[in-house]
């Protein structure tokens, strides 16, 4: 996993691949849509497709933390990626960015 270039920085991924196009969609439409499952740092997940395009936070900047319970803690260490009861593997790209923090 990289870390953020600077401490000030967010750390995002991106996922592609989850989707099956239109014979996907169709699939969906008349059946169960597929379920997919994130594991991070070693605790999983149910994962929503449709949100992985906008991008998954692995990392906060100590002055964007929160507090108690609203703290996102240490940043991501390990990503894994699984489709249940799939036996097919495909391809997947996950795209890492690092995001500063927006001036208010």
Request: charged share 20%.
């Amino acid at each position: 996993m990289p870390a953020a270039p600077t401490a000030d920085h967010f750390v995002v991924v991106r996922i592609d691949g989850l989707d099956d196009g239109l014979l996907g969609r169709l699939r969906t439409s008349l059946w169960k849509a597929p379920e997919w499952y994130v594991s991070l740092d070693g605790v999983e997940f149910r994962l929503v497709p449709g949100t992985t395009g906008d991008g998954l936070v692995l990392a906060v900047p100590d002055p964007a933390q929160g507090s108690g319970p609203f703290r996102f803690g240490d940043p991501i260490g390990t990503i894994a990626l699984r489709e249940r009861d799939s036996s097919s593997a495909r391809p997947l790209t996950l795209e890492f960015l690092a995001v500063p923090p927006s001036e208010p």
